[in-house]
């Protein structure tokens, strides 16, 4: 397995540049070198190598067979998973945890319905995907032939492009496209539709091939007045905030991040999707702004005098409600996509580019104002802000009943697997906890499904980081809903030698569902309970499933933990074990609930620290 890590990227070649991938001189000039009389399937597979490809995760089927007969003999390793939707999810594991371009493939009709849920998922988190897919023989199309499906029309709303190759004589050009748009400008998922026929037919292969692409033009470089306009603005601010999102980490700018953050002296939120893009143990760090932030970093936001976005887009689980969010701030927003800008909060000052450049000419500029005299005192900002975080930590309580907590999992969870290690996490209460709980200090260290989010995500997306990043350790934490959609992947894990650990935080609910049922829906529980019920809604004595059971018939080793006393034995167990997947069956209270909270669209005013504790701020605030 290639252990190159997610700072590294290709220079060698150009056409490896495209995925980030350092392959050798050799096997590149072997892929690009010219050939006739051969397959489309062979152009295809030629020219996935030629981009650098590693690992294509898939299942075959009859429209995509023939291409599956070529990658046989190819220095590209398939991964043989369960389910269309687990390859979807190990792509964009793969391409978050490697900074590479991941790449799944699919079968025709409903191997191709099957993606559409990943690929709606990398591209609502901009995650650069490539997705081949096999369609029905050209002269069938529009026939309602056997596993006929109009991909392209139907995955137009979620995929950065897409394409249907008509001609095998196109395959190495709308190969390379792909991965460029990809990789380039916003990173997100393209399609590539390959009929039957095409790739039976015969061809001839040339690499590299030219790109035509027109209309795509990204800016990478910002605009130097914009960039002045903002270095001016943050000079002058009395309360600012940098905003970070996961743009940041795509760029590959934490440096130039921390360069900022200490040349400003401002204090620094991360979002969601933007966990470890700026160290927790650096005190200018106040957390995750948004629904399930702290105090102080929804606070900052809200009491800010200028916010500095970078990568980031004013979702709705940040800005609560929209029309009272920051309303003293003036917005600096840099962005590659200019789409993004002004799109829910205006921009006073735009700044369309790649966030790594727009951060590094933003630190040259602040530094000339600095220079001319112009550095803000932030002492008063600062001693609100300690205020708020020292009176209204994350915290959380142990369930009454004696049972285990959940928070606490996580946390001993991530304080022995360390912060070098990959975490990946499913949706819902554990993914709060585990976003909240555990410390990020690097990039690449913490992925998840941010803006669709979709159960299901944790194991295939932990199969993927760890296949791209076989020396580091990967934990997937998920709840036992969200464990239940994909578990089948543990068995791909197992027979390809994928060795992840599966924390499952079992809490016999679809946790966070049950949470809004008690806290808007007067505790009633309409179908959120998992466990087998008696008659009079008690849990019944039997497991179903009973996860360790599962996970020994998927070739995985199975444990179980419901003590405090027993959590950090089991954990460190599972860590010492390297040649096979883990799964603990964490087996915790079903009351627990995730604090702070922003109720959907309510304003960040409104802010709990706690169930029936609001804080209090007072008319002293700066």
Known sequence: MNSTTPGESATREAAASLTGVETTARSVAAAAEPATGITGAQSLVRSLEAVGVEVVFGIP????????????????????????????????????????????????????????????????????????????????????????????????????????VTDAREIPQRIAEAFHLASTGRPGPVLVDIPKDVLQATTDFSWPPRLELPGYKPTTRPHGKQVREAATLIAGARRPVLYVGGGVLKAQATAELAELAELTGAPVVTTLMARGAFPDSSPQHLGMPGMHGTVAAVTALQKSDVIVALGARFDDRVTGQLSSFAPDAQVVHADIDPAEIGKNRRADVPIVGDARETIAELVTALRAEHEAGRTPDLAAWWAQLEQWRSTYPLGYDWPEDGTLSPQYVIERLGAIAGPDAIYTAGVGQHQMWAAQFIRYEKPGTWLNSGGLGTMGYAVPAAMGAKYGRPETTVWAIDGDGCFQMTNQELATCAIEGIPVKIAVINNGNLGMVRQWQTLFYEGRYSNTKLHALNEDGTPKPVRIPDFVLLAEAMGCVGLRCETKDDVDAVIEKAMAIDDAPVVIDFVVGHDAQVWPMVAAGASNDDIMAARGIRPVFGDGQV
């Open 61 to 164: 089927g009859g429209a995509i067979l023939p291409a599956y007969d070529p990658l046989f003999d190819s220095t590209v390793r398939h991964v043989l998973v369960r389910h269309e939707q687990g390859a979807g999810h190990a792509a964009t594991g793969y391409a978050q945890a490697t900074g590479r371009v991941g790449v799944c493939m699919a079968t025709s009709g409903p191997g191709a319905t099957n993606l559409v849920t990943p690929l709606a998922d990398a591209h609502m988190d901009s995650v650069p995907i490539v997705a081949i897919t096999g369609q029905v023989p050209s002269a069938a199309i529009g026939t309602d032939a056997f596993q006929e499906a109009d991909i392209r029309g139907i995955t137009m709303p979620i995929t950065k492009h897409n394409f249907l």
